[in-house]
């Protein structure tokens, strides 16, 4: 017997409106809606939440953080975007959200997106170059979480004795 199918809701960081993905934002995304959304999912037994990562959106960790004590069991799939911060930073970041959830995060990883966001984050490379730099960004960041540490030559990243939580 296989296992059951797991089922993400969506937090809308960026605001909300009649129509996931409409242009009409008419609610902002302010706390207490996006607690509400946190636990009726919970509730209702969905595995986890999305929670999307851009200039529009209420930074993902910190609003996982916000909502890990309002739920139970829920799931929390922040999404990460390499570039915008350090790898040893978003090293510490996911391990005391996961601590603080106690083991319940999990990670997007968002190298795509408009170039006019992306550059408004200070990402100017090209697809792939996203994509190798993300190569790059997490191993570092697998490392600083197992060893503790990380030190990488790369073309976009260089860490030398890199140290972390784990």
Not at 29 to 35: G, H, I, K, Q, R
Not at 86 to 111: E, F, K, M, W
Request: proline share 6%.
């Amino acid at each position: 017997m296989s296992d059951p199918i797991d089922f993400f809701w969506f937090i809308p960081t960026s605001g909300d409106g009649s129509y996931l993905g409409a242009p009409d934002l008419s609610r902002a995304p302010d706390y207490s809606y996006l607690s509400q959304i946190a636990v009726a999912a919970d509730r209702l037994g969905y595995s986890g939440v999305l929670l999307p990562t851009g200039v529009g959106c209420e930074e993902s960790f910190v609003m996982a953080a916000a909502l890990a004590p309002v739920t139970e069991r829920l799931m929390f799939l922040v999404a990460v975007r390499p570039g915008v911060a350090s790898p040893a930073y978003y090293a510490r970041l996911a391990a005391t959200l996961d601590r603080v959830s106690n083991g319940r995060l999990l990670l997007n990883v968002a190298v795509g997106g408009d170039p006019k966001e992306l550059a408004g984050d200070g990402v100017f490379l090209p697809h792939d170059a996203r994509c190798t730099h993300a190569e790059e960004f997490f191993t570092i960041f697998e490392d600083l979480l197992a060893k503790g540490e990380a030190t990488l030559d790369g073309a976009h990243i260089k860490a030398a004795g890199a140290t972390g939580s784990r």
